[in-house]
């Protein structure tokens, strides 16, 4: 236990940079809102002109759907590739190779520090949306909330695993703002965060199921929504956690061959 | 007056200067140019993948076909790549202002705008521009357009126009900077979001939204009011006329704001 003071110490230090850069962190949340916003009165008015369900969805539904994906949307916004690759530039990463840490977990513990005040955030703003649209659907029943929060926290570890593993590119070329946004698009479509996957065509649905996006949004939010029935949430939470696993010990072996790679300027 | 003209050209080709060597600084790195591309391809694939799929349910949003809003999404793409790949400078300022070195740009015998306007360049914007130019073509062969030369032209003016008032938003924001001190472009930024609600044609929109899109930051005159003119949608088209005049008051009303920030800048020092 003592072993793990040092990162539950990074993770303070970490949330305390959002408090110091508050400012900019709000203007960021609610410029997200906007996107948002805009896609409330987007499936608003293809509701208004179809009543009932799509694709097996009814509006408030599809309103919960929506609220969830952003709140997942909004945790670890911090942690990204970037990072890691100005750390690659300006040496700082020959720091963390001389420290008696654990590179993976340095970069989880800053990259969790922030998420209670994130999530609180974004359940704030998420709540007052939900409010101006006219409420949401809520969970049916206990069960369906409680698993929804251990899907809920798989797919942030999912997020982790697969910035960190993406984050590697960073010892091989410089520039990641290409490969941040290529990420971003590819997760964006194929996580569910844009369209719930039901709405896709078989073909890309069946491309969507093989891959690990899913469990970021689609899955606790159909979760959240109770639409799968027992044995299929059992079993898509469990492919969740297949996924975290297996990324989180690919995300290590990359970092073994990568720092075989590192050229270090200066630091 | 040829005095003027000959200061204007000077400070064209000052521009591209500027512009060309940050080009080379950037093709450097051969890599990461082709990442930046292959990624700006990915965005808007995946952004067309979404309203293709949304579309497969619906015939269409509010009287807008697919095609129609695939228009306004090219629009939206070839703007933002013009904007990037020529004038990535202006989210560079934030930062130049931070970190004190914006003293450089006014110790040169050039003008400022321009200099920000080079400062920096998105090749990005490049695959944006071919991609955002395919679609457009694609749409416009999909929607049943009366061609005549004027039409044509006014689509050129169109095209000109929507990227100015871009260019003018973002150039506008960045002179924050001369107020509000953050290390990134932290109000830029924020209103570059507020470009999600020209995706979509406004009228799903409730009027307050409407009003900001239209009035307050003129989104709406980026993609949806040009779109309308071309495809002769309802009474909106009339007003996708405006365009380039809206274009030149966004330019003119930056340009000022831009110098107001200049007068009242003060060096954070070095």
Excluded at chain 2, 106 to 127: C, E, K, T, Y
């Amino acid at each position: 236990m003592r072993g793990l003071n040092k990162y539950f110490s990074i993770a303070k230090a970490s949330l305390e940079v959002i408090f110091v850069y508050r400012a900019g962190f709000a203007f960021n949340m609610i410029g997200t809102v906007f996107y948002v916003v805009a896609m409330f009165y987007l499936w608003q008015t293809i509701f208004l002109g179809k009543p009932g369900a799509l694709g097996g969805f009814t509006w408030p539904e599809m309103k919960a759907y929506l609220i969830v994906a952003f709140i997942l949307n909004s945790t670890m916004t911090w942690f990204d590739e970037w990072q890691m690759g100005a750390d690659i530039r300006e040496g700082r990463v020959a720091t963390d190779l001389a420290r008696p840490i654990d590179f993976q977990l340095k970069r989880f513990a800053e990259a969790t520090g922030p998420v209670p005040f994130e999530l609180v955030s974004a359940l704030g703003i998420g709540a007052v949306v939900a409010v101006v649209f006219g409420g949401i659907a809520l969970p049916a029943d206990p069960v369906h909330l409680a698993l929804f929060i251990v899907s809920a926290a798989l797919a942030t570890l999912l997020k982790f695993a697969i910035i960190y593993c993406v984050s590697m590119v960073a010892f091989w070329t410089t520039g990641m703002e290409g490969v941040s946004n290529g990420r971003m698009a590819v997760q964006n479509i194929f996580s569910g965060a844009l369209i719930p996957l039901v709405f896709f065509p078989d073909w890309l649905r069946g491309f969507a199921s093989v891959l690990p996006f899913q469990g970021m949004i689609s899955t606790p939010a159909l979760t959240y929504l109770g639409a799968m029935d027992g044995p299929t949430t059992a079993f898509m939470i469990g492919t969740q956690a297949v996924w975290v696993v297996g990324l989180m010990l690919f995300g290590r072996l990359l970092w073994r061959s990568a720092i075989k790679a590192v050229t270090i300027n200066g630091g | 007056m040829a005095a003027r003209l000959r200061r204007a050209r000077w400070l064209v080709y000052i521009y591209f200067r500027c512009l060309g060597q940050q080009m080379k600084a950037i093709l450097a790195y051969e890599a990461d140019f082709v990442i930046l591309m292959i990624s700006a391809g990915l965005v808007q694939i995946t952004g067309l993948l979404f309203i293709w799929t949304v579309f497969l349910r619906i015939p269409d949003i509010n009287g807008w076909t697919f095609w129609q809003v695939v228009m306004m999404y090219s629009l939206i793409f070839i703007t933002e790549g013009v904007g990037s790949l020529f004038f990535e400078g202006t989210w560079r300022v934030s930062r130049l202002v931070y970190n004190g070195n914006f003293d450089q740009m006014l110790l040169r015998p050039v003008s400022p705008i321009v200099q920000v306007l080079a400062a920096d360049v998105g090749f990005n914007g490049l695959g944006n521009i071919v991609t955002g130019g395919v679609l457009m073509l694609i749409a416009l062969g999909n929607v049943q357009v009366q061609w005549t030369p004027g039409r044509l032209l006014m689509l050129v003016i169109l095209i000109i126009s929507a990227a100015t008032i871009r260019v003018a938003i973002n150039l506008a924001t960045s002179a924050s900077a001369f107020w509000i001190r953050t290390p990134w472009s932290m109000v830029p930024m924020f209103v570059h979001q507020l470009g999600e609600f020209a995706k979509y044609p406004i009228t799903i929109y409730s009027m307050a939204v409407q009003a900001v899109v239209v009035v307050a930051i003129p989104f709406a005159f980026v993609s949806f009011f040009p779109t309308a003119y071309l495809f002769n949608i309802e009474s909106w088209s009339a007003i996708g006329l405006l365009t380039p005049l809206v274009a030149v008051y966004c330019m003119f009303m930056a340009v000022w704001i831009f110098q107001v920030g200049l007068r009242r800048y003060e060096s954070t020092g070095h």
